[in-house]
């Protein structure tokens, strides 16, 4: 009983964060990890692009890899469009997702994922930075937060998506995004 009280906290805990940091701006900002090819990421490299960042884990069974294809698909479709559009993968599993296990599971998706891990305090930060909830639990099973988040050319949030939500929804609203930047 105690057990299902905490789960039921700890969800509306993340609901409301998922619903009210966008509208607080309370949302992104810039990180240094070590990306899948074993050197130093700082995402202000992507200055200039716009950026769709998502948090999960290499192991996982259903939520990553169907996020991964949509994201995969919107690259493809909007970068035929001239669009600079870029997209993160990060790792809530840092201790098991190490950058030749990232390298080994994005070659299943679009080239242009950039696979980011790094140590326990470096993933943290980059967690609370999106209000990403990304735990391990004693039993090895890894619950995360499931939004994906648009951010601008300038590295400030716009929005996120749900994974719910349909490659054609996610691909007009990023393009909503950028012709309403200019």
């Known amino acids: 009983m105690k057990k299902t009280r905490i789960i039921a906290a700890c969800t509306l805990l993340v609901l409301a964060l998922f619903f009210l940091l966008p509208l607080t701006g309370g949302v992104g900002g810039d990180f240094t ?45 909007i970068n035929r469009q001239k669009v600079s559009v870029a997209a993160v993968f990060v790792s809530v599993d840092p201790e098991h997702d190490t950058p030749y296990e990232l390298k080994s599971y994005l070659k299943h998706f679009d080239p242009g994922i950039v696979g980011l891990t790094g140590t326990k305090k470096q993933v943290a930060r980059a967690k609370s930075l999106y209000s990403v909830y990304g735990e ?15 951010i601008d050319a300038k590295g400030k949030y ?5 994974v719910d939500d349909a490659v054609e929804d996610i691909l007009s609203r990023v393009e909503d995004y950028i012709h309403a930047q200019g």
Do not use: A, M, W
Request: with cysteine; net charge negative.
């Open 33 to 77: 990890l070590t990306d899948q090819e074993g050197k130093s990421f700082n995402t202000t490299s992507l200055r200039g692009k716009y950026v769709l960042v998502f948090f999960g884990f290499t192991h996982c069974p259903d939520v990553c890899p169907t996020t991964l294809y949509k994201i995969s698909d919107v690259l493809r479709q």
């Open 136 to 150: 391990v639990n004693p039993g090895q099973e890894v619950e995360h937060s499931t939004s994906v988040y648009l």
């Open 158 to 162: 716009l929005t996120h998506f749900s």
